[in-house]
Structures are given as C-alpha cells and as structure tokens.
C-alpha cells in the first residue's frame, strides 16, 4: 500500500502549482452567525470561528455528522469504534467532556437533559448545509454547556425543485477488522414553491454488520492445558489474558425528516422542522479462543464464566421538532425560536454477571427517556447608537429525565421487562437574560461586550433501588445562578490582517445524572449530590489572522483556561462515594492552521492544535493533581486536499490524534492493548467521478495504511466505501 501511496501522493502535489490564486478574495464577506449570534462577516466576529461547508463534507467519506469536524483546529473528535460508538464527543479548546461543549442543531440545543452529553447517532449528515464552531467560552450569549464553545449543524434550503438519492456499499479492506458490509442510502425531495414556501424532505438508512471490537481481557490466567489466549496487559501495565471477543458489532440507523420555509414578506420570516431518528446497534455470536486439549471450546475457567463474552443490545429513538420566526428590516432584527426535543428511548441491555450464557440467563434493561423545551427570543437594533450595534435577548429551558432498570429473564429478549429494580430521576429549569454591544472604536477597531445571567431551578429528584434499605430517596427543591461576561476586541489594521483578543466566563449547571443518580452496589453507595454547585470557566485568547495573497489564509491563537468546581466522584469512606464540587484545572495552547483555496475551487490546508491542560486542585483524588485532564490529547494534527482535474475530484485527509488518559491520574500508560486511548494517524482517501451533471460515483479508502490502535475500543481497521450520487 505504500508503493501505491507515495507514488499518488508525488502526483497530487505535482498538480498544485497550477492550481492557485483564486478570482476573489475567498473568505472576505463570509457570513456567519454562531459567535455574536447574529449575522457578522467573518473577519469581524468576535471569536476564532471555523466554518465546513457543504463542499468539505461531501469531500469525506462522514457516517456521522460529529466526523464532519474532526480535521478542525482546536476540535477533538472521539469515536472510537467507528459508526457504532454512543458515547462518541465533540469537545473544543481542551475543555473535557462533552457535557462542556454546547451543541446546536439549526440553533436549538442537543445536549440531552440527563448527562448533557449528546447522541449524534442518527442524526442525518445529507441534510446538512453548514455547520459553524466557536471555540472559547460563550455563556455570555448561549447560557450554560457552552464552557469550551458551541457548535451549530445548519441544513440545507432548497432555492428550486431538487431530488437527491445516494447509495453506497463498503467492507474492510485488509487484515484488521473493520466496517464490514456497510450500506448507506439517502433520498431527498426539495422544492421552492413561487417566492415564499420553500420544502424539504429526506429519509436516509444505515447498516453495518460491523466487527469484533469489545474484546474479553481477563486478570485470571486460563489454566493448565488450555490453549487459543494470548498474553497481554491491561492500560496500566498488569497481566492479563486475551481470551475471546463479544462478537461483531453492527449498527443499524434510519431518519426522517421534513422541513419547511415560509417568507411571509421580504422582512419576515417563518421556518419549522421536524426530524426522527433512531438507531439500534447489536451484537452477534461471541467467540471463545481458547481451546483445550481435544480442541473443544472453552467459555469458563477459574473464576471466569461465560457471562464475560457477553455483551447486550440497545438503541434510541429520537424526534426533534423545532419552529422559529425572524425580521430583519434596517431598524432591527427579531428572531423567536422554539424547540422540542423528545427522547422516547434510550436503552441497552446487560447480561447478569456469572448467570446469564450464549443460550439465555437473567439479565437488566436500562431505559432513559428524557424531553426538554428550548425557547428563545432575541432583538437587536443595528443603529442603537451612532457605531453600537446593540443586542437583547432571553431564553427559557425546561428538562426532565428518568433512568429505570428493569430485570428480564432472558438477556437476549428486551421485550419482556420484570420487575423494576432501579429507578432515578428529576427535572430542572434555566432561565437567561443576556446583552451584546457592538461598539466600533475605530475605522479598525471593533469592541464586544456581553454579559449574561442564568437562573436554574432543580426539583422533582428521586432514587429508588428495589430491597435495598434506605430506598426511595427524595431530594429538595434548589435553585443557584451565574453571571457570565465577555469582551472582545477586533482589529483590522490592515485589509487582509486581523486581530482578536477575548476575556470571558463560562459555566455549566449539574446535570440529573450527577445530583441524582445514586445507586448501592455489593454495599457500597454511589451518591449523587442535589447540592452541587455550577462547574465554571475563566478564558482568555489571542490570535492573528493573516491572508498575505488571493486564496490564502495563514492563523494562530493562543489561549489560557482556568477550570473551577469541576465535579468528580469523592470516596467518603470505603462504603460511600459522593459527587463533589472538588477539582481545578489550568490549560494553555495554542491553535495554527493554513489554508490555500485553488482556483477550481479545491484547496489544501494544515493544522496544529497544542494543549497542555492538568489538574491544580482535587480533593476527591490528590493523585490527580498535576496530571493531565482525562480524554485530552496534548497534540492533534490535520492535513489534506482536495482539488478536481477534469472530471474527476480527488481528496485525502491525514489526521493525528496525541496520547490521551482515562484516569484522572494518568495511570494508563500503556498504549496497545484494550481499553487504552492510543496516540493514532490515520490517512483518508476519495476519488469522485462527475460521470454526468448530474451522476456521481466515488470510491473511497479509509485508514488507508490499516494502523491498528485502541480507543478504548479496538478502532476500525482499512476499509473501502463506493458510493452512487445521482442529483437533479
């Protein structure tokens, strides 16, 4: 594959001389909305903002819409096992945790009621425009989540009548397990009705039979005679065995979607959109490797039974209804949304340790329905005063989530739910009144201030366990609040040079899962604490974006975090463990990107992110301090290019992803074996064919050079997806 490789990359960079200096200056006049939520041309915005337009997500081979955004700067995408991972996270600035990074889909909040992580599963790629990010802490306009920034998916508008259908097919290509028989297939139906009603509807499918990535890592050495494990260790050093894996993991995905575009005038406008989802993933047979001395298969030794090869099913099911109206005149802008963001289900399944077997055995479903209503009204008056620029608004959430546990009596059957053995749950509110002035210095200087206050309101938490003494609890009514400030400056010295510089505050308010999701277990007591108080951020940045020429554009930030009240689980006593307000975190770092568009609209474009973020402060674990935060890596990479020769469109993308740690005392260090966050590059390659106007087949190589690397999960091997677009 090398010999292949080299040779092809010579000739893609042969080709690069020929192809530069754009017509127009490229990004001057770009529009975007995420970092002073309203519309600034980007050189103006009062935030480092990048922006991946439709042309740079179709140039990827993206299953999910999180993908489109792992060659950014400043932005770490984890998805650790391809396709099938639901606890795959976009976090931004060296800010950990998903729960840290706001996430909007056209404007209206993602991040679920119960953790504040975020389900990009599901979610339909095809449908997307645009999708803008913001790095930096922005509570003072988007309220609480948005600690290391926000992120906004923007779906496409149909401007005339347009029908869309894609299909593909793909399998692993070479000896390390990958996506096998993955299948992907999209329609769309888009029209614009005269001059006021634009629509838009599209459904889309997904299928892999997947691969064996959970693997069965035992401390128990098999006994004598027995043959088929290997010798391995696990992330932080000690012997352990290989004994099997828990069979292949597939994934299957469907949505639906239908959407819709009113101009009732020239000023105003209404919008409204409805999307379902829903994802299932599954596992087939597990496999034993070991064998003994006639070659039969072996599923239990020495303390270890068959209930260890045994991983359960689970899925979600999703609908997301959202509806906004604007008015834009030259005296002001009105913008008033509303969302719905309902969780039917979200469940999987686990095997009963020790009981359960490949043909049946107990087992539990875990359920977690959750609903949240996200309202917003905004005004801003263009002309407040002579150069302000002057922006009001208020914003109103309500959240509630419950997790049940139910035991069944077949593992393999989720269908058939007994009795409940665990419940917990609660339901918060979140109020926000922010101001945004724009107030313009200078011919080249720009000034941004903003400050928001947030109210949150906790009541309604509960837990219950089944025959474990102390069970229901009931937790009191709370409330706390936050003031998050922010100034910016922007400075235009120069056409084709500008400098920003930022102060601000973040925070994120506890979510249900951490105050009350409190369970015993061989007893011991995992409590969550109804008095924790808000996590809060303190950032500052700097940065320089320069573009010396037409078609290129050269950029660095650096940046400073200072991280309070981060809230980790505190062991009390050997029998008590509490959710704690108990960490400080200080990071610095710095984000480098070039980029140079060709004139047939190709480009190529490199990154460098730096972050060296560690723990000041822990009482819940000393050991921590001074050690780097968890899931962070220390340094990301990207480069790549995509440009057309005739008919046909070629793209590739290197990506480099630094060593990370799952504790917080960074005591995994060995990299290589399961359940370690291996430091990884992969290269990504797509040729596409514009066979017609309107026909395209593409043909694409992932992981080309078949690295094998474990994030957590054993990450997917090479693969091929070809893939037939037909457009009108």
Not at 491 to 509: E, H, I, M, Q, W
């Amino acid at each position: 594959m090398k010999k292949f490789f080299l040779p092809f990359l010579m000739t893609l960079l042969s080709v690069f001389p020929y192809r530069i200096l754009a017509e127009t200056e490229v990004w001057a006049g770009q529009v975007v909305s995420v970092s002073a939520k309203k519309k600034s041309v980007a050189e103006k915005t009062p935030g480092a903002v990048s922006v991946v337009v439709k042309e740079d997500i179709n140039a990827k081979t993206i299953f999910s819409v999180d993908q489109a955004l792992n060659s950014l700067p400043g932005v770490f995408n984890r998805r650790g096992k391809g396709l099938m991972d639901t606890s795959s996270a976009v976090t931004l600035r060296g800010v950990p945790g998903q729960q840290r990074t706001l996430i909007l889909f056209d404007g209206i909040q993602l991040n679920d009621a119960y953790t504040g992580s975020v389900s990009f599963g599901g979610i339909p790629v095809d449908d997307l425009e645009r999708v803008e990010v913001a790095r930096g802490p922005f509570s003072g306009l988007y309220g609480g989540n948005a600690m290391g920034g926000v992120v906004n998916f923007i779906v496409h508008k149909p401007k005339k009548r347009e029908f869309s259908i894609k299909t593909g097919y793909g399998n692993a290509l070479g000896n390390s397990p990958s996506l096998n028989n993955m299948i992907n297939g999209y329609f769309s139906y888009g029209d614009r009705f005269g001059k006021k009603l634009s629509l838009l509807f599209a459904y889309g499918y997904k299928y892999t039979s997947g691969y064996a990535s959970d693997l069965n890592v035992q401390k128990n050495a098999p006994t004598s005679g027995l043959t088929g494990w290997k010798n391995t260790t696990d992330n932080t050093g000690l012997a352990s065995y290989l004994i099997g894996d828990k069979g292949d993991n597939g994934w299957k995905e469907k949505n639906i979607s239908f959407r819709g575009w009113y101009d009732i005038s020239d000023f105003d406008k209404l919008s409204f959109s409805f999307f379902r989802t829903e994802y299932d993933y599954f596992y087939d047979d597990p496999h034993t490797y070991i064998r003994d001395l006639s070659g039969a298969e072996v599923w239990s030794y020495n303390g270890v039974t068959e209930s260890s090869f045994l991983a359960g099913d689970g899925g979600r099911l999703h609908d997301f209804f959202s509806a906004s109206y604007s008015k834009e005149t030259e005296d002001l802008e009105l913008k008033a949304s509303l969302g719905y963001v309902d969780t039917l289900k979200n469940w999987y399944v686990t095997p009963a340790s020790g009981l359960a077997t490949r043909f049946g055995g107990a087992g539990k479903i875990s359920d977690t329905p959750s609903t949240s209503l996200n309202s917003e009204l905004q005004l801003t008056l263009p002309e407040f005063f002579t150069g302000q620029s002057f922006s009001i608004g208020m914003s109103y959430r309500f959240s509630k989530a419950m997790t049940s546990e139910n035991n069944i009596s077949d593992w393999r059957n989720e269908e058939e739910k007994g009795l409940l053995s665990y419940s917990a749950g609660g339901k918060g509110e979140d109020m926000g009144v922010y101001l945004q002035d724009e107030i313009i210095l200078s011919k080249d200087l720009l000034a941004y201030l903003s400050a928001r206050m947030d109210w949150w309101w906790t009541y309604d938490g509960f837990a219950y366990q089944s025959g474990v003494s102390g069970y229901p609890i009931y937790y009191p009514r709370r409330s706390d609040s936050a003031l998050s400030p922010k100034v910016s400056l922007v400075y235009n010295p120069y056409t084709k040079t500008t400098l920003r510089a930022s102060l601000g505050r973040s925070f994120r308010s506890p979510t249900v899962y951490e105050m009350y999701r409190t369970w015993t277990s061989y007893n011991k007591v995992y409590q969550g604490n109804p008095n924790l108080k808000p996590e809060t951020i303190t950032s500052w940045d700097a940065g320089i974006e320069l573009r010396p020429w037409l078609g290129f554009k050269l950029g660095a930030v650096y940046f400073e975090n200072i991280m309070k009240d981060l809230i980790y689980r505190h062991s009390v006593n050997p029998n008590l463990l509490i959710n704690e307000n108990a960490g400080e975190a200080f990071g610095s770092g710095w984000e480098f990107e070039a980029e140079h568009v060709f004139t047939n609209g190709g480009r190529f474009f490199c990154n460098l992110t730096l972050n060296d973020a560690k723990i000041t402060k822990n009482s819940a674990n000393p050991a921590s301090v001074g050690k780097k935060l968890a899931d962070m890596p220390s340094t990301m990479y990207s480069f790549g290019s995509d440009f057309n020769v005739g008919s046909f469109y070629f793209a590739g993308l290197g990506r480099y992803v630094g060593k990370r740690y799952n504790s917080d005392a960074n005591t995994d260090t060995v990299n290589g074996v399961y359940g370690s966050r291996d430091p990884y590059f992969t290269m990504d390659l797509k040729v596409t064919w514009k066979q017609s106007e309107n026909l395209f087949i593409s043909m694409a190589v992932q992981n080309v050079f078949d690295k094998v690397y474990f994030d957590y999960y054993r990450a997917p091997g090479r693969s091929w997806f070809t893939e037939v677009s037909w457009k009108i």
